[in-house]
């Protein structure tokens, strides 16, 4: 009996403390969301079995630990490895055409990065964070998950599992945040706006497009050359129509490989002591506040623009809520809600692409500019 109350002592059990049982609460729920409503389920069940691994008292499962989970993650963020793979796979998967065919609507994706700046700004000099822990907070705005890890992971990396919870949280929550705002800021009429047809985009130009904005974004703001660059040599495999094999390797085994990764490295940094504080409520508001400002930002400049453009090339307003860069999901909620708002007279999914493909560049320069500001 005595040998048996020892093992015991020694077990995994014996340790488990109120804070675990939190965790493993919230890797539950995580799980329910992504099987019953599909929220971002790709990221957010290796999350949630990351966080389980992690509050596994005495296994070494965490990410700032000594075992197998610590190595993927010293080899795959530390050395900013994961995020610009994903990067790449995300540019073999994304379609330029919409946004070269309507070039205005790269403003609007600038604009819809507005979240970032004024939840950084707000963390910084209202709530206490060092800027490094303010920039990680508010490129949550910026809406794409890889970005918020690469960025964290170099400024910030001891709040990188609330940051990069609360980044794609807010991603799976699109269809439920934006619309409230699509509605607070344009009026009956401006979402009955009907935009014409863009313009033709030659073969020429998309294969141009990856090369020339690849070059120019890494030139302007080197730091962001990780990010770009994968991302536009992504695409350029994608649209050069002769290099099928990698296309289809970067886009299909190569990403989903690597955002398994990604996802349990995340959620094993989630362990009970060091994500159950104050700090973490914290940054999931500032989260909040990122992700609506950008929404409100690509919005209202949409409206800035109306007010300049002949009447002919005026803009449905409600695709600059497209600028965040959750593709294609921010797109789909905008044509969800016009198309529900117009009796489905009104169907702006194709205009609402260029914005959202906009904010994967902005998104990632942003990042960069904090890198080169305060990396």
Not at 41 to 61: D, E, H, K, T
Not at 220 to 247: D, Y
Not at 327 to 350: E, I, W, Y
């Amino acid at each position: 009996m005595e040998e048996l109350l020892r093992l015991l002592s020694q077990s995994g059990l014996a340790h488990v403390t109120l804070g675990n049982w939190v965790m493993y609460a919230l890797s539950g729920l995580l799980v329910y969301l992504a099987i019953r409503y599909q929220y971002e389920p790709l990221l957010l069940i290796p999350i949630a079995f990351g966080i389980v691994l992690a509050n596994f008292p005495l296994a070494q499962m965490g990410s700032y630990g000594d075992g197998i989970i610590a190595l993927i993650y010293d080899s795959g963020i530390k050395t900013e490895l994961l995020p610009p793979v994903i990067f790449l796979g995300v540019g073999v998967l994304t379609d330029f055409r919409p946004l070269l065919a309507r070039p205005i609507t790269f403003l609007l994706g600038a604009a819809a990065q507005l979240g970032i700046f004024i939840a950084a700004v707000t963390a910084a000099y209202v709530f206490g964070f060092t800027l490094k822990e303010a920039a990680s907070i508010g490129i949550i705005g910026g809406a794409d998950g890889p970005t918020t890890i690469f960025l964290t992971s170099q400024l910030a990396p001891h709040i990188l599992g609330p940051v990069a919870l609360c980044a794609y949280s807010y991603m799976s929550l699109v269809p439920i945040i934006q619309p409230p705002v699509l509605r607070l800021l344009t009026t009956k009429k401006e979402r009955a706006i009907q935009m014409s047809e863009g313009s033709a985009v030659s073969k020429i130009a998309v294969i141009l497009f990856p090369m020339c904005t690849g070059a120019l974004a890494s030139l302007l703001v080197p730091s962001s050359a990780p990010l770009i660059g994968m991302l536009m040599f992504g695409n350029l495999i994608r649209e050069s129509g002769v290099t099928e094999r990698l296309s289809k390797t970067a886009g299909g085994a190569l990403i989903d490989t690597v955002t398994i990764f990604l996802g349990i490295v995340v959620g094993a940094t989630m362990e009970a002591e060091r994500f159950l504080n104050p700090q973490t409520l914290m940054i999931l508001a500032l989260g909040a506040v990122a992700f609506i400002f950008s929404t409100a930002g690509g919005i209202l400049f949409g409206k800035v623009l109306n007010l300049v453009l002949p009447e002919s090339k005026k803009i449905n307003p409600c695709i600059g809520a497209a600028g965040v860069s959750a593709v294609p999901m921010a797109a789909r909620v905008v044509q969800k809600f016009v198309s529900d708002d117009t009796d489905g007279q009104v169907n702006p999914l194709m205009a609402a692409m260029g914005p959202n493909v906009a904010g994967v560049i902005g998104s990632a320069v942003a990042a960069g500019v904090f890198l080169s500001l305060i990396g």
